[in-house]
């Protein structure tokens, strides 16, 4: 979104601290003085000074709340300074970053210019994410209409307890404990149609996640039908030796990493080596946290 025009005076320092503070409570549903200083390195005066300013510029957005100590977004809450759309926010969240970057094309940082494949976007509409987000940071449930490739009657609601966000480089999804099947799952984010966080507490907790806080160690190699000089090639693009490529993964993620390098994950190795280039050295350790991904 365009800045207004009535603040375009603002300094960018002062516009990127604005920025965090809409972001910040639009999505987490809460920002404090404490996170606007903590993410800028600030004092607590400066942040309460950034706090009070935004209130001048956008006095319906923010209501503070003697419970939180901090500022919620209004019902009437409406961005300024920054494009709140999943698209521009979840990659930034990937990379902790305080404040939306812009792109300036004529003034390259690093005197290159960089591209990324133009895959299809999959993610929920803005409002949908925010109650995610805010379910997960403050620890509650989330009640959520999902469409599901499965069978499941998807006009159903279901009760989710949600802890983490995981981007596979193809879409995003939310690790989260799942009243109905009892046990920790993955949801896909362009999938959830609704959602509403209620003011139940979360029972679960992340440290309850055996798939999620145990790591194992994945053991790849170049598939047995590339040639000798392909197999080296790969070792190289690897920077691996002994014709293993070896590195921990969360359990949980075990099939994304394997779907994402293009795995051959048949017993037999039977897939074309050309576009399925590696395979599973331990396969008998890994498949039974990863059971879809194999053939």
Same mark, same amino acid.
């Given at each position: 979104?365009a800045?207004?025009?009535?603040?375009?005076?603002?300094?960018?320092?002062?516009?990127q601290?604005?920025?965090y +503070?809409?972001?910040?409570?639009?999505?987490?549903g809460?920002?404090t003085?404490s996170?606007?200083? &903590?993410?800028?390195g +600030?004092?607590d005066?400066?942040?309460? &000074?950034?706090?009070?300013?935004?209130?001048?510029? %956008?006095?319906?957005?923010?209501?503070?709340?003697?419970?939180?100590f901090?500022?919620?977004?209004s019902?009437q809450f409406s961005e +300024?300074?920054?494009?709140?759309?999943p698209r521009?926010v979840?990659p930034?969240?990937?990379?902790?970053l305080?404040f939306?970057?812009?792109?300036?094309?004529?003034n390259? @940082?690093?005197?290159?210019?960089?591209?990324?494949?133009p @895959?299809p976007?999959?993610l929920?509409?803005?409002e949908?994410?925010?109650?995610?987000?805010?379910?997960?940071?403050?620890?509650?449930?989330?009640?959520?209409?999902?469409?599901?490739?499965?069978?499941?009657?998807?006009?159903?609601a279901?009760?989710i307890?949600?802890?983490?966000?995981?981007?596979?480089?193809?879409?995003?999804?939310?690790?989260a404990?799942?009243e109905?099947?009892?046990?920790?799952?993955?949801f896909?984010?362009?999938?959830?149609?609704?959602?509403?966080?209620?003011?139940?507490?979360?029972?679960?907790n992340?440290?309850?996640?055996?798939?999620w806080?145990e790591?194992i160690?994945?053991? @790849?190699?170049?598939?047995?039908q590339?040639?000798?000089?392909?197999?080296?090639?790969?070792?190289?693009?690897?920077?691996?030796?002994?014709?293993?490529i070896e590195?921990?993964?969360?359990?949980?993620?075990l099939g994304?990493?394997?779907?994402?390098?293009?795995?051959d994950?048949?017993?037999?190795?039977?897939?074309?080596?050309?576009?399925?280039? @590696?395979?599973?050295m331990?396969?008998?350790? +890994?498949e039974p946290?990863?059971?879809? %991904?194999?053939l």
């Amino acid at each position: 979104m365009a800045v207004d025009q009535s603040v375009n005076g603002i300094k960018r320092a002062t516009q990127q601290r604005l920025q965090y +503070i809409e972001l910040m409570a639009y999505y987490t549903g809460v920002v404090t003085r404490s996170d606007v200083a &903590k993410a800028f390195g +600030i004092s607590d005066a400066a942040a309460t &000074k950034d706090l009070k300013f935004y209130g001048q510029i %956008a006095p319906d957005n923010l209501l503070y709340k003697h419970n939180v100590f901090g500022f919620v977004p209004s019902k009437q809450f409406s961005e +300024i300074f920054t494009d709140l759309e999943p698209r521009h926010v979840l990659p930034m969240m990937a990379a902790n970053l305080p404040f939306l970057g812009e792109r300036v094309e004529q003034n390259l @940082l690093y005197g290159i210019h960089t591209e990324q494949l133009p @895959l299809p976007q999959r993610l929920p509409a803005k409002e949908i994410l925010a109650q995610i987000i805010r379910a997960s940071k403050q620890k509650t449930k989330l009640r959520i209409i999902y469409s599901s490739l499965s069978d499941r009657d998807n006009s159903a609601a279901r009760i989710i307890e949600p802890h983490s966000l995981i981007n596979t480089g193809l879409r995003w999804h939310v690790r989260a404990y799942c009243e109905d099947s009892f046990d920790f799952r993955d949801f896909v984010l362009s999938r959830v149609q609704e959602a509403q966080q209620l003011s139940d507490a979360a029972e679960s907790n992340p440290e309850y996640d055996d798939d999620w806080m145990e790591l194992i160690n994945l053991q @790849l190699s170049p598939h047995p039908q590339l040639s000798d000089k392909k197999r080296k090639i790969l070792m190289t693009d690897y920077a691996a030796s002994n014709d293993v490529i070896e590195f921990t993964v969360r359990r949980a993620l075990l099939g994304y990493v394997l779907q994402r390098l293009s795995v051959d994950t048949t017993e037999d190795h039977s897939l074309n080596p050309n576009a399925y280039q @590696l395979v599973v050295m331990n396969r008998e350790e +890994i498949e039974p946290f990863a059971g879809w %991904a194999f053939l």
